[in-house]
């Protein structure tokens, strides 16, 4: 093994992991050699500055917003196997067997269809090929609320869910005139952290404590906002549009009325 | 209510989480919440963007614990996430300017003790901020993770040698920041 050089011996004494035979080592080299101790212990310094520096305690809702988070949502049970071990595994015995019966009874079944397939609608030909998924298993698993918007001159959709610790709402709206949007985050423990909307910008974003009020202009567009978890939550988030009635989306920790 | 041991290994709580037990990840949290914040808070100087970053890499680390290869650390691995993310959100932000007055650092209850570690801790805080990223999260790891060269290695992704060349570097650049902030 080779004997390490003259700074890696100055820092291994400083992280406290040279053997003994190094730090002795260290030690006459320092003594005849000024240019090294100064070095030694500037470095030295730092090290203590840097311990003596402060440690924060970290929220309180650090802890309770993970846990808020995870409960929504399921590890993966394994990792996806590479490439080869999912070969070496489709060639064993029962998954082949599985793959031939698939196939037949898919031959089978071509057969006994009837050809002609303007019978069908598009949606019962997914429907008999086992493609249509209900909108329901379409659903992130993370999706804590989903609301239709349907007020006078108003359609769109308002969608709650969580995303990376954070709690994300899509906004899409279409209306025939200019719309202001209220959100009210009292009691819900939010905070507002990022607005975001697709096209040209629209009319004034403010976003405070309490509250996040913008402007929709009229036509179609696309907003996310999404706000960090603070103190656990009373009440769901208030979506108002224009001076219609107030629409309530779950955050998914509201206490029960 | 579930009793959890102190002593019950992060393996053993990650296996219970993969089993559908959601609270096995408190005791993870607790554990790790308060150095994986600092380690945050450390990288880019704001209590809120640290208290997402760490609140982020663990809700992140659950989802992914199917891929979690308990041959490691637990710890190294959700170091490795929180440093991607951190990285990732230094890339997308705009740089550090330090605050003047401090509205960061604690406020003093006694006199001049109390006055002198506001300095330093302000001193601290400017010089690593005005490191190089790369420098920055070496020394974050080492002095406020205390993480051995081995698992920054594993947590940055990066060969053994290479973490302890940039760790000098970094040291003798912070060497030269606090003298030349008489700091020291």
């Given amino acids: 093994m080779s004997r390490p050089g003259h700074d890696e011996l100055i820092q291994g004494e400083i992280d ?15 003594a005849s050699r000024p240019d090294l101790d100064g070095r030694f212990r500037s470095l030295a310094r730092v ?30 049970a394994q990792a996806r196997p590479g490439w080869q071990e999912a070969l070496r595994a489709l060639l064993t015995p029962a998954p082949l067997a599985a793959c031939a019966c698939t196939l037949l009874i898919g031959v089978v079944l071509g057969g006994l269809l009837p050809s002609d397939t303007g019978l069908f609608s598009r949606k019962e030909r997914a429907a008999l090929s086992g493609t249509a998924l209900s909108p329901g298993r379409l659903d992130a698993a993370s999706t804590l609320d989903r609301r239709s918007i349907a007020l006078e001159g108003i359609t769109g959709e308002a969608v709650t869910r969580i995303e990376g610790g954070l709690l994300v709402l899509d906004l899409e709206l279409e209306a025939t005139r200019r719309v202001d949007v209220n959100l009210d985050l009292d009691g819900t423990g939010l905070s507002p952290r990022s607005f975001s909307q697709d096209g040209p910008p629209g009319g004034d974003v403010v976003m405070a404590v309490g509250q996040v009020r ?10 996310n906002v999404s706000f960090s978890l603070g103190d656990p939550a009373g009440r769901a988030l208030r979506l108002r549009l224009g001076v219609g009635e107030a629409l309530d989306l779950s955050i998914g920790r509201e206490r029960p009325r | 209510m579930l009793y959890l041991s102190q002593d019950e290994n ?15 990840f ?10 994986l914040y600092n380690v945050a808070y450390r990288m880019v100087h704001d209590r809120e963007d640290a208290r997402d970053l760490a609140q982020g890499a663990f ?14 650390q637990f710890f190294s691995w959700i170091y490795r996430i ?24 604690a406020a003093p209850s006694g006199p001049r003790d109390d006055l002198e570690a506001r300095e330093r801790n302000r001193a601290v805080r400017d010089a690593l901020m005005a490191l190089p990223v790369d420098s920055r ?19 940055l992704a990066i060969p053994e040698k290479t973490v302890k060349s940039r760790l000098y570097t970094a040291r003798q650049r912070l060497a030269e920041i606090l003298d030349a902030r008489g700091a020291r």
């Fill in chain 2, 137 to 155: 999260e070496v020394v974050v790891l080492r002095h406020f993770a205390e993480l051995s060269y081995g698992e920054m290695s594993v947590a």
């Fill in chain 2, 59 to 72: 809700v992140k680390a659950y989802e992914k614990l199917g891929t979690y290869d308990p041959a490691y």
């Fill in chain 2, 10 to 24: 992060d393996a053993d709580l990650v296996r219970r989480c993969l089993q559908g037990d959601a609270e096995a």
């Fill in chain 1, 47 to 76: 090290s203590e500055t840097l311990g003596g520096a402060e440690r924060l305690e970290p929220p309180p809702e650090l802890l309770d917003g993970v846990m808020w988070a995870v409960r929504g949502c399921r590890p993966k």
């Fill in chain 1, 16 to 30: 406290g992991v040279n053997a003994a035979s190094d730090s002795a080592r260290l030690r006459v080299l320092l």
């Fill in chain 2, 82 to 105: 929180l440093v991607n993310d951190t990285l990732n959100f230094l890339k997308r932000n705009r740089p550090y300017q330090s605050l003047e007055p401090n509205w960061d650092v």
């Fill in chain 1, 214 to 223: 913008f402007s929709h202009l009229a036509g179609r567009r696309r907003y």
């Fill in chain 2, 26 to 35: 408190r005791p993870l949290v607790a554990r790790y919440q308060r150095v």
